[in-house]
């Protein structure tokens, strides 16, 4: 058996719709990176799983490949979307305050935190 990887991030997600799989890479702390792909049991036994102890949901992270922002259309509205998923509606108040936060994080891990180079 191999040993334990304990992963501590999700990096990237895709479904393999023709083969009704989902593959997943996962970091551990050490920037080491696993891809594994399950199969359509195994994700409803894991969706069980976090049904039933919704504490285990908030303890990864995860990283989007991609993101993009716009505005409303109709409503004077910041949109911002990572990956495919819905959009996020933010008023120019709270728009500010997001770009404002993320500037600071940056500069607060570009700065104090070095972490292992992934390759």
Do not use: W
Request: net charge negative.
């Amino acid at each position: 058996m191999l040993e334990k990887f304990d992963a501590e991030i999700l990096t990237r997600s895709e479904r393999d719709r023709a083969n009704g799989r989902i593959e997943i890479s996962l970091c551990n702390v050490a920037g080491e990176c696993r891809t594994i792909s399950l199969g359509r049991d195994v994700v409803s036994a894991l969706a069980a799983l976090l049904a039933e102890a919704p504490a285990y949901s908030s303890d990864m992270t995860k990283i989007p490949d991609n993101f993009s922002v716009g505005h409303g259309r109709h409503e004077p509205i910041v949109m911002v979307r990572f990956e495919d998923e819905p959009a996020y509606g933010l008023t120019a108040e709270q728009a500010f305050g997001l770009g404002e936060a993320l500037i600071e994080q940056a500069e607060t891990i570009s700065m104090k935190v070095k972490y292992p180079v992934r390759q």
